[in-house]
């Protein structure tokens, strides 16, 4: 299968990567328009299909376009899959074959390369995957945000499917993405923070530009982040649903995590920044949740992939659950964990020469105190984390993917997480280009 989002190029390219399929005999299916991710994720299974391309973007600045590769269980290849295809790629570009000068649309043939529509299909699963008791969720008014992405559309279908309506902004095929970075952070959610406290809607719901990261704004204008969705959605599956299952996180996510599964007793895998290795456990162990800091969140009972729709679509049914806005929940939330979290994320470009710097010498950096308080502990899993003795932590992290350092601080109050990350930045700042 092969699928593409909305940025510039995105739907050339995957045509060429049909005709290149075509020319080695695969049979190729090609999504009649733009399609997200997880539903591209979905069909590679349902259609028993060898694996599937996505050619996106994602969540990063537009020159980063490039492909994801989805395994026949209908997920993030594993660690294995993306080594033998780099090993291939290296072969291949050592002795590329010659391209086909052919145009794509005289080479459409039944059987060779076809067109198809993975919506109707991902719509019925993830509308199967909630509770239809709670539906329609009466006083629940619900605003989505696909960030000019791929994920136009899905949630508002979805909900009508359940009696509820769903108002949509940035749901236009507009390439140039005007004045947003499809990533659900804070910073990049202000029109729907607009939207939602102006309209006197409930929540809003944001997926990034393949629609496979999901984050929210409550009804009072608050972020509710990566973090409090993943915690919010563990708690539903325990207590609510009734689930069982561990849990994986990766490295960068929240402390609230570890506490949830030390209450209910269940193993927490702390995995590398990145999916695969969540996909990876999913596929192994029995996972009841896996979720990352940056937004992506899979459950049980599906694929393993993260699913923006899926989670916007649970955190609904948790709402409507408790009568309550997610703001209330979170607040309650932490109430019961004794102590609060608030985190906080700084991205820092750098030059090629500073990046190669970071990579070699970051493991040269280990101070005994940061801001005053000790380090208790320093996790090398992915990066840097430096946990110090009041339960805060911040982390440094080189990008795989970008020319950036990330400095990640989870902290007591906004005022501590912003000095943390400022003891982050200095930390860096010490290892020169």
């Known amino acids: 299968l092969i699928g593409y989002d909305t940025r510039f190029g995105s739907d050339r390219t995957a045509e060429l990567c049909a005709i290149a399929a075509r020319e080695e005999g695969v049979s190729v299916l090609v999504s009649e328009r733009f399609a997200s991710t997880p539903s591209i994720s979905l069909a590679t299974k349902?259609?028993?299909?060898?694996?599937?391309?996505?050619?996106?973007?994602?969540?990063?600045?537009?020159r980063f376009d490039g492909i994801k590769f989805k395994a026949p269980y209908g997920g993030s290849a594993t660690t294995s899959i993306t080594g033998e295809i780099?090993?291939?790629?290296?072969?291949?570009?050592?002795?590329?074959?010659?391209?086909?000068?052919?145009?794509?649309?005289?080479?459409?043939?039944?059987?060779?390369?076809?067109?198809?529509?993975?919506?109707?299909?991902?719509?019925?699963?993830?509308?199967?995957?909630?509770?239809?008791?709670v539906f329609p969720a009466e006083g629940v008014r619900v605003m989505f945000d696909p960030m000019w992405g791929a994920g136009q559309g899905l949630l508002p279908k979805a909900l009508s499917r359940l009696g509820m309506e769903c108002a949509e902004i940035h749901n236009v095929h507009n390439p140039l993405?005007?004045?947003?970075?499809?990533?659900?952070?804070?910073a990049n959610l202000n029109d729907l923070r607009e939207a939602?406290?102006?309209?006197?809607?409930?929540?809003?719901?944001a997926v990034d530009g393949d629609a496979d990261r999901v984050t929210a704004i409550d009804a009072t204008g608050r972020f509710i982040s990566s973090h409090m969705v993943l915690?919010?959605?563990?708690?539903?599956?325990?207590?609510?649903?009734?689930?069982?299952?561990?849990?994986?996180?990766?490295?960068?996510?929240?402390?609230?995590?570890?506490?949830?599964?030390?209450?209910?007793g269940r193993k927490l895998y702390i995995v590398p920044v990145g999916f695969k290795y969540i996909a990876d456990l999913?596929?192994?162990?029995?996972?009841?949740?896996?979720?990352?800091?940056?937004?992506?969140?899979?459950?049980?009972?599906?694929?393993?992939?993260?699913?923006?729709?899926?989670?916007?679509?649970?955190?609904?049914?948790?709402?409507?659950?408790?009568?309550?806005?997610?703001?209330?929940?979170?607040?309650?939330?932490?109430?019961?964990?004794?102590?609060?979290?608030?985190?906080?994320?700084?991205?820092?470009e750098l030059t090629q020469a500073h990046k190669?710097?970071?990579?070699?010498?970051?493991?040269?950096?280990?101070?005994?105190?940061?801001?005053?308080?000790?380090?208790?502990?320093?996790?090398?899993?992915?990066?840097?984390?430096?946990?110090?003795?009041?339960?805060?932590?911040?982390?440094?992290?080189?990008?795989g993917t970008e020319p950036v350092v990330r400095v990640y601080a989870e902290a007591r109050s906004e005022e501590d997480v912003e000095k943390l990350v400022a003891d982050g930045v200095e930390l860096i700042d010490t290892v020169a280009p």
């Open 231 to 264: 915690a919010l959605l563990l708690k539903h599956l325990v207590e609510v649903r009734k689930w069982t299952g561990d849990v994986v996180k990766t490295v960068s996510t929240t402390g609230m995590i570890d506490m949830l599964c030390e209450k209910y």
């Open 86 to 133: 780099e090993a291939r790629l290296r072969v291949v570009e050592k002795d590329p074959p010659p391209r086909p000068d052919v145009l794509f649309e005289d080479v459409l043939e039944p059987g060779r390369i076809e067109y198809f529509d993975p919506v109707p299909a991902y719509i019925d699963r993830v509308v199967s995957m909630v509770d239809r008791d």
């Open 177 to 186: 993405f005007p004045g947003l970075l499809p990533e659900p952070i804070g």
């Open 282 to 348: 999913m596929l192994a162990e029995d996972i009841l949740v896996g979720g990352e800091e940056s937004g992506g969140t899979g459950m049980k009972n599906y694929i393993p992939e993260r699913d923006g729709i899926l989670v916007g679509l649970m955190l609904i049914e948790i709402m409507a659950t408790h009568g309550k806005t997610l703001g209330q929940l979170i607040d309650e939330l932490m109430d019961d964990l004794g102590r609060r979290f608030v985190f906080l994320r700084r991205d820092i």
């Open 356 to 399: 190669e710097a970071l990579l070699v010498n970051l493991r040269d950096i280990k101070p005994d105190a940061i801001g005053g308080l000790e380090v208790v502990e320093v996790e090398t899993v992915d990066g840097f984390k430096f946990h110090r003795s009041d339960g805060s932590w911040v982390m440094l992290r080189v990008s």
């Open 196 to 205: 939602v406290t102006g309209g006197g809607y409930s929540v809003g719901i």
């Open 46 to 62: 349902e259609t028993g299909a060898d694996g599937a391309i996505m050619i996106t973007a994602s969540h990063n600045p537009p």
